[in-house]
């Protein structure tokens, strides 16, 4: 069963982040919801996103596609009646961190993010890629039963219970940290794993070989992963070098103690100096939790030593590059995202209850799909949960934008001539009249 996400409709017209746009004219008009205008370059970009199964034929089908812009719209327009500009404020901020770091890692570290046909062979080697296997588990609930329960199954006694069998596991997807180990052990090893509070005999039922031309999108992803987590090392140390970042282990000390001032100095450098109130405060917006501290010093200086760097560093730097003229496109593009799935938390996954029931209905309706993943315990469970509220939004969604279009009817104005001549013209474009 492949379950429907809320935001298809939306999504299948990309108006979550539009590609460039087709020729057709921007000044001619289409649909006005308020002061924002669809023209038929907005429309064109849209249908570009649709698979060609999905192309408008009749022009009932191109007045439902062009209503899905107009939803847009009109989610935006209840987003800002609502005042959520200053709730995606922290969402956009971070966006803004991730871009401003991807494009500088591109631009400096550029050679560290490549990788040869050598190396990707030699990373599927020592990952372990190349062995896949099958895991049977078994839930219990207490610890006591859950040893009596391990070692019956390694003596080779059968258990009784509901025992789960996942589809083909790969350790560089296997989707659980605990269950790395098992990648090592032979068919037939069985172990207990331990999984926030519940307990899982785990027993490895099966296992093949599969080559890196079967697996190569997972290993370069998996690949391209890594080098990006060495490269983000490599231009850490180089931009603390470069601008002489220097911590002082006393006042890391007594942060990690708990007992520092906030106007104790913490980092020196040549971007400027930052005290122990500008770390909390930089935490903060980064949102990072500024209880949890490590007690190692060394571990805290690395964690202050990178929040210094993200917070004041990478934005001098990306300013002196020219950076932030090149995110202004898509600033705008991503805003909208942010204020629509804001709009979508509050007004429709919001009033959606779950109870353990409904979830362990769903779940059982849905074992094969989930069958294939390497989830444990609450984590499966959570997924679980994500893909039932996902359902249960469809209706909601449904109900609440028929309550958008009535509210803001008197907004909404859509030219019928220019949208009959833009149908025409795409039509004739695609069948064109042989002479």
């Not at 490549?114 to 839930?139: K, N, V």
């Not at 279009?405 to 025409?424: D, H, I, N, P, Q």
Request: hydrophobic share 45%; charged share 25%.
């Amino acid at each position: 069963m492949e379950l429907l996400k809320p935001q298809t409709a939306l999504l299948a017209l990309g108006l979550w982040a539009c590609a460039d746009a087709p020729p057709e004219s921007a000044s001619a008009i289409l649909a006005r919801v308020g002061e924002a205008e669809i023209s038929e370059r907005d429309f064109a970009a849209a249908l570009e996103k649709l698979p060609a199964s999905s192309k408008a034929q009749p022009l009932a089908d191109w007045r439902r596609q062009l209503q899905a812009l107009i939803d847009k719209e009109l989610l935006l327009l209840e987003a800002h009646a609502q005042g959520l500009d200053e709730a995606v404020a922290d969402a956009m901020a971070a966006w803004e961190r991730k871009e401003r770091v991807e494009a500088l890692l591109a631009r400096e570290m550029g050679e560290q993010l490549t990788y040869t046909e050598t190396e990707l062979a030699e990373f599927f080697a020592e990952s372990g890629a190349g062995r896949e296997i099958r895991l049977r588990r078994l839930p219990v609930r207490e610890r006591a039963a859950a040893l009596a329960a391990l070692r019956k199954a390694q003596e080779g006694l059968d258990l009784d219970g509901e025992w789960s069998e996942s589809g083909w596991l790969n350790a560089l997807n296997a989707g659980d940290a605990r269950t790395a180990a098992l990648f090592l052990q032979e068919v037939g090893t069985v172990e207990l794993v331990e999984t926030d509070g519940q307990f899982l005999v785990v027993a490895v039922a099966a296992e093949r070989e599969v080559s890196l031309a079967d697996r190569r999108p997972l290993v370069e992803a998996a690949l391209t992963r890594h080098k990006k987590q060495q490269a983000n090392l490599a231009y850490l140390e180089q931009l603390t070098s470069q601008h002489a970042v220097q911590l002082d282990t006393a006042a890391l000390r007594q942060v990690a103690a708990g007992v520092a001032r906030p106007e104790v100095r913490l980092v020196r450098s040549a971007a400027g100096d930052w005290n122990v109130g500008d770390y909390q405060q930089a935490l903060a917006r980064l949102g990072a939790d500024a209880g949890s501290q490590p007690t190692d010093v060394s571990a805290l200086g690395f964690k202050v030593t990178r929040a210094f760097v993200a917070d004041q560093i990478l934005p001098q730097e990306a300013h002196k590059h020219g950076l932030d003229a090149e995110f202004e496109p898509r600033r705008a593009q991503m805003r909208q995202q942010k204020l629509i799935q804001a709009l979508w938390e509050r007004e429709i996954y919001a009033h959606i209850q779950l109870d353990p029931a409904q979830v362990r209905a769903f779940y059982e309706a849905n074992a094969q799909r989930y069958a294939r993943s390497g989830a444990l315990g609450r984590e499966l469970q959570a997924q679980v949960a994500r893909d039932l509220r996902d359902a249960q939004a469809v209706p909601l969604f449904d109900r609440y934008i028929a309550q958008l279009r009535e509210k803001y009817a008197e907004l909404v104005a859509v030219e019928e001539g220019r949208l009959g001549e833009f149908v025409s013209r795409r039509r004739q474009a695609a069948n064109p009249v042989e002479l």
